[in-house]
DNA sequence: CTGTTAGCGCGTTCAG
DNA sequence: CTGAACGCGCTAACAG
C-alpha cells in the first residue's frame, strides 16, 4: 500500500488477498461468501479504506456523483438558508450531499455557479433563478439535468417550478384592510426584475384597484431605501391609513420609518414574508407567512422523483401562504 | 459525438480535428498555435462542452478537487449561514465550491458527514466540531487533509482553529454591569458540552466571582427553556438586579419573560452575540457581538494558506467581541 | 459465486 | 510544438 495518500480498492484486495472486484462487491452490499467479506472488511478497516466517490461516478453506468447543486440568493439570508436546510433534510435520507451556492441576484453570478456545477456533473439542480434569459440553465436541461425552479418562475420553458402564492396573499391582506375599513393603502414592493416582486403587485392591483401613483413604490431594494420611501408617502398629505409592504427588510426598514413618524399604532400595516422576533416588537407585526421550508421540501422531492425517473410534463407547484394577523395589520383607519 | 450525454474532449478533439492532448492544452491554458487554439475553441462552444471535474481531479498529480467541506451546526442557523457566506465569498476567488452540511450537534451525525466528505476527497476542511471525540476528523488529519476548526476549540490536537474571545467577551459585560452598580447578577447559559457555553460561563465566574447557585442556569438549550429559566430566577426572593444571557435564542427567550414579568426596564440585560431586531425591541437589548462572517474569513483564508503548502505549527486565531450598548445593559440597579 | 479485463474522461508522460 | 499511449480508482461485463 501506500502510506502517503489514500488506500484504494487494489490494496484491500492484496492485503485480503482477494480480487478487485469482491472488494467492490464488498464495498457495495452486493451479497459474497461471508468468509471473503469479513476478510474485506477487516482488511479496509486496517487501510482506513474509502472509496473514491469520483472515481465511482466515472465508471457507474448512470455517472451519479450523489450530489445536488442548489443556487440560491444568498446563503447567508434567513428565507434562503432555510429553504436550504429543508433540502438538504430531504436529501440527507437518499445520501445525497449539496453544493450550495449564492447568485446575489447577478446574472452573471448565477451563470459561473450553474456553469461551475454543471462541471461538477451534479444529479440535479435547484434554482432560485434571478429571471435573466441563463444560457446555462438551458443547457443544463438540454443536457437532461433535472433542474426545480424554487420560489420564483423559471426563465427557462419546461421546468418545474415549486412557488408561493404571492398574489393571492397579498389580495387576500388587501381586503382584509378594506374589510376594516381602509381605503388608502400604501405599497412597498422590491425590484420589478423580480418575480416574486411582480406577482405581489399584481395581487396588490387586483384587490385594491387603482390608488394614487405615490402610494404605490416599487424597485425599493434595502430596508433603508424603504425607511426613506415610506417616510416620504406619509410625509406629504393626503397620506394612506395602511401599508403593504412586500418583502421581510422592506417591512422592517417600514416599520422603522412609522416609529420614526410616530405612526406605528396609528397606521395599519402588513408585512409580506414572516420574520424572527415580529411577534416581539410593539405592536407586533402582522405577516402574510410564506413557509420557506416547506417550499425548499417540495421542491427537494420533486426533484427526487425526476431523479427516480419521472418523465411527466413540468410541474407546477403553488403553496398557499397564510396570514398572521398579530396586531399591526389589525389597526382599523382613524374614525371608525 | 454521443448526443445523450456531454460532449467529451474526445469529441471535441474530432470535431476541430486535433488531437486529444491538444485539446486539453487549449481548456488547460497552455499556450497552443493560437491557430488550433481558435478550431478548438469553436469545437468545444459548438458542443457546449464542459470539461469533467471528476475525471480531472481523479487523474491530476495532486487529486485536487477543487471544493471545501463545510460543516455547520446548522446551514439555516443566522450565526452558521453568515459563516458560511463568508466562507463561500473567499472561496469563490479560488474557484472553490463549498459542500455545506449540518451536523445538528449530534456526534453521529458529525462523523457522517465528516465520511462522506472524505468519500469526496474534499481538498480541506472547515469544521464547527460538536466537540465529543471524532475518529474521522482525526482520520482526515492522518490523511493530509487541511482542517480548520472554527467558533469552537478542536477536539483534535494539531488543527488549526479561529474562535471568538468568549471569556473575555462575557467578563467584559459583567464588569461594565459591575461598574454600573449591580452586585447581583444571574447568567443563563447553553449546554455544557459545547466548547463556548464553557468558556461563557468561565468569563462570567471569572468576573462576577461566586453568586447564588440558583442564579446560575447551564445546559439552557432553548429559548422556551430560557424563558422558564428566567422566570423561575425572578419568581424567587432575592432576584437578581442583572442578568447576562449567553446564546442569542437564549436571549430572546429571557427576554420574553422580563417582558412577562414586567421587568423588562427595571432589569439590566446582556446577550451574547448579536441579532437581527435586537435595536428594535424595547429597550433595545445590549450585546456582546461576535463577528461571525469574519470568524468564517479567517478560517477560510487559514485554510487557503494551508492548501498553499503553509506547513507551519497550528494556528489558534482568537477574535476579539464588542460590546453593543444599547439600553437594556445600562440600566442601573434599583436606589441608584 | 469469484477473478480477470476493459474502459469511464481526463492529464501527463514520451516520441515525433 | 503536436499526437499517441498510458493509467488515475473504480464498476460492468465477461469468463471460469
Known amino acids: 500500500m501506500s502510506d502517503r495518500g489514500r488506500a484504494t480498492m487494489k490494496d ?4 485480503a488477498g482477494v480480487g ?32 473514491d466517490t469520483a472515481a465511482t461516478s466515472l465508471r457507474r453506468a448512470d455517472r451519479r456523483t450523489n450530489t445536488i447543486g442548489l443556487v440560491l440568493q444568498d446563503v447567508a439570508n434567513p428565507f434562503s438558508s432555510a429553504l436550504h436546510r429543508a433540502v438538504e433534510d430531504v ?24 456553469g461551475v456545477l454543471r462541471t461538477r456533473r451534479v444529479d440535479g439542480l435547484i434554482v432560485v433563478p434571478t429571471g435573466a434569459p441563463d444560457g446555462e440553465l438551458a443547457a443544463a436541461h438540454r443536457d437532461g439535468t433535472p433542474i426545480v425552479c424554487v420560489d420564483r418562475a423559471s426563465p427557462v420553458p419546461g421546468l418545474d417550478t415549486v412557488t408561493a402564492d404571492n398574489r393571492g396573499g397579498v389580495a387576500g391582506a388587501v381586503r382584509a384592510l378594506h374589510d376594516l375599513g381602509h381605503r388608502d393603502i400604501g ?10 416582486a ?20 416599487r424597485d425599493v431594494h434595502t430596508a433603508e431605501a424603504a425607511r426613506q420611501a415610506v417616510t416620504e408617502m406619509f410625509a406629504a398629505a393626503p397620506a ?3 401599508l403593504v409592504t412586500a418583502q421581510n427588510w422592506l417591512t422592517v426598514g417600514a416599520r422603522r420609518a ?35 421550508a416547506e417550499l425548499g421540501r417540495r421542491a427537494a422531492l420533486l426533484l427526487l422523483s425526476r431523479l427516480d425517473g ?17 396586531g399591526s395589520g389589525e389597526i382599523p383607519p382613524p374614525g371608525r
Chains 1, 2 share one sequence.
Not at 12 to 15: E, F, N, S, T
Not at 94 to 114: I, K, N, W
Not at 187 to 196: G, I, P
Not at 310 to 326: E, K, N, Q, S
Request: glycine fraction near 8%.
Open 20 to 51: 478487485l472486484a469482491t472488494v467492490s462487491r464488498v464495498i457495495n452490499g452486493v451479497p459474497v461468501d461471508p468468509h471473503l467479506t469479513g476478510r474485506v472488511l477487516d482488511a479496509a478497516r486496517q487501510l482506513g479504506y474509502r472509496k
Open 91 to 114: 436529501g440527507v435520507q437518499r445520501g445525497l450531499l449539496v453544493l450550495a451556492g449564492s447568485s446575489d441576484e447577478e446574472p452573471d453570478r448565477e451563470r459561473e455557479l450553474l
Open 198 to 217: 411582480r406577482e405581489r403587485h399584481a395581487g396588490f392591483v387586483q384587490a385594491a384597484g387603482a390608488t394614487r401613483p405615490a402610494w404605490v413604490r
Open 240 to 242: 394612506p391609513t395602511a
Open 310 to 326: 419521472d418523465t411527466g410534463p413540468a410541474a407546477a407547484v403553488t403553496l398557499p401562504t397564510r396570514y398572521i394577523a398579530r
Open 187 to 196: 405599497f412597498v414592493a422590491d425590484h420589478s426584475s423580480l418575480w416574486t
Open 258 to 292: 412609522l416609529v420614526e413618524l410616530g405612526l406605528h399604532r396609528t397606521v395599519a400595516h402588513v408585512g409580506f414574508d414572516d420574520f424572527p422576533l415580529a411577534d416581539m416588537l410593539d405592536p407586533p407585526v402582522s405577516v402574510i407567512a410564506q413557509d420557506p
Open 12 to 15: 484491500v484486495a492484496a492485503l
